[in-house]
Each structure stands twice: as C-alpha cells, then as structure tokens.
C-alpha cells in the first residue's frame, strides 16, 4: 500500500524557517514527479513546488526564492525548505507524488496520483 507522510510542520516566527520532509512508501517514486500543496482553512488547495524525476524544479512566484524543493530518491523522499517564511504561508501542506508530468499541469492538484495526509505550518507575526 502507497503512503506519503509528511514531517516537520510546526510554529514558527515570521521571517524563521521551517524544514519539511514527506517520506513515501509501499513502491519506488524515483521516476514519480513531487510535488508540495497548500490549503488555508476556507481557501482552495495552491501549488507551492514542484521536482521532476530528473530534478528540474518549480515554484509559483508567491514562494519562489524562499522555498527550495529536493529529493532523495534512495530515501524515497521530497524535502521542502521554507526561510523567511510570512504569515501568509500559514497553511495545511500536503505532498504528492504523481507519474506522469508536464510543466503545464505541475501546478494542477487533480493530475497528482499520491497525497499525505498534510502537515500544518503556522506563522506567527
């Protein structure tokens, strides 16, 4: 059975870093595209970073150079690095993990196959 679990979630003081981890199991995701969502309570589910099988990296503009995302493929698992992290970025985080990927759909919740359970990431001011 698959599994993705997230890990590293917590509170943390605006401009802190936090370090997220989602370690997979139940079969190999070295040919798997990650990627990282968030959800705020009342709002929809956003794209946040993407890593392709061969490590080609995205990130929407809101993020991009405060996030890093990598992986471990001997370990199964995606990281996903947060510094100067805002209040805005206060959120439910999920993984994913899908098999097919095309930069046009990176950002698109419904085309990933695998999801954990979420880990929240709180930023106080």
């Known amino acids: 059975q698959v599994e993705l679990v997230e890990f590293g979630g917590g509170l943390v003081q605006a401009g802190g870093s936090l370090r997220l981890s989602c370690a997979a199991s139940?079969?190999?995701?070295?040919?798997?595209?990650r990627g990282w969502f968030r959800q705020a309570p009342g709002k929809e589910r956003e794209f946040v970073a993407a890593?392709?099988?061969?490590?080609?990296?995205y990130y929407p503009t809101s993020v991009k150079g405060r996030f890093t995302i990598s992986r471990d493929n001997a370990q199964n698992t995606v990281y996903l690095q947060m510094n100067n992290l805002e209040p805005e970025d206060t959120a439910t985080y999920f993984c994913?993990?899908?098999?097919?990927?095309?930069?046009?759909?990176?950002?698109?919740?419904?085309?990933?196959?695998?999801w954990g359970q979420g880990t929240q990431v709180t930023v106080s001011s």
């Open positions: 994913a993990a899908r098999s097919t990927f095309t930069t046009a759909t990176m950002y698109m919740a419904r085309e990933y196959d695998y």
């Open positions: 139940g079969r190999t995701f070295s040919n798997y595209a």
């Open positions: 890593i392709s099988n061969i490590g080609h990296t």
